[in-house]
């Protein structure tokens, strides 16, 4: 599987796979996701997101259709005396298009972002992911990924 790096002004390739992995956010939870109206809107966000240093998509597949992406960033949190500091590769977004799952799409561009924070000397991976997404739940343990907090609100 070839995963390759998406640059910024390619941002508009990911919307398909981000309207899948969204339709399931607004469905759960409709009152805190809305529904995408404005394509060129959400093109936009992604593209001054990924711009932004030290944050990198990565796209499975063909690179005019991905099959799959994952966008991570380098987040340095800085000491307290409540906590130590550290450097971690936080992963915001993943999504694989449904006819292509479970061909280990999802763990190639794990592991892919693996070995390109490692060559930066980030060996922690961190995430969030919404508690009703089981199937998210179970890639990230099967990746190595523990919950070590719980984010509770009202909905």
């Known amino acids: 599987m070839e995963i390759t790096e998406l640059a910024p002004p390619d941002a508009r390739r990911l919307l398909p796979l981000l309207h899948q992995v969204h339709a399931l956010h607004v469905e759960a939870l409709p009152n805190m996701y809305p529904a ?7 093109a936009q966000f992604l593209t001054g997101w990924l711009s932004q240093d030290g944050v990198t998509a990565l796209i499975a597949g063909p690179h005019d259709a991905p099959l799959g992406y994952l966008v991570y960033a380098v987040e340095t949190r800085a000491p307290s005396v409540m906590r130590a500091g550290e450097t971690v590769g936080m992963v915001h977004h993943i999504s694989v298009d449904a006819a292509h799952r479970r061909r280990g799409i999802a763990k190639a561009l794990f592991a ?10 980030v060996t922690t991976l961190a995430t969030t992911y919404a508690a009703f997404n089981a199937a998210s739940a179970a890639l990230m343990a099967s990746e190595g990924l523990v919950p070590t907090t719980i984010y509770a609100r009202t909905v």
């Open 36 to 42: 995408f109206t404005d394509d060129d809107a959400v």
């Open 112 to 121: 892919e972002a693996r070995a390109r924070l490692a060559a930066r000397d």
